[in-house]
């Protein structure tokens, strides 16, 4: 039913780009806001940005300036554009959706992550 699935981690050198998709299915898409978390080796599960359903962002200062998380409500999928990646960027990605309306706000969701490996 509610699915997001992850695309376009991969293997990317240390001040290179990546993005990475999040589409998902099973949901009013509009009505969540949306935001993407990291899991590093040994480390806690990070937040890395979200946008609401209005389009506005929040982002962490280790990405900020470096990445940004636009949404597309057409086609049910939201992005993190990454710029200037660092080796500390390298982690598991992963794609949330939380429910913002009065009605959604108990719903959570969760994708299976994407690995980004930033190295040289």
């Known amino acids: 039913q509610v699915q997001l699935v992850e695309s376009g981690g991969g293997l990317v050198q240390p001040g290179g780009s990546l993005r990475l998709s999040c589409a998902a299915s099973?949901?009013?898409?509009?009505?969540?806001?949306m935001g993407w978390y990291r899991q590093a080796p040994g480390k806690q599960r990070e937040l890395v940005a979200t946008?609401?359903?209005?389009?506005?962002?929040n982002y962490p200062d280790a990405v900020k300036g470096r990445f940004t998380i636009p949404r597309d409500n057409a086609k049910s999928t939201v992005y993190l554009q990454m710029t200037s990646l660092k080796p500390e960027d390298t982690a598991v990605y992963y794609c949330n959706a939380a429910g913002s309306t009065i009605a959604t706000l108990s719903r959570n969701y969760w994708g299976q992550g994407t690995q980004v490996t930033v190295s040289s």
């Open positions: 099973g949901i009013s898409f509009s009505l969540y806001a």
């Open positions: 946008i609401t359903r209005g389009g506005n962002t």
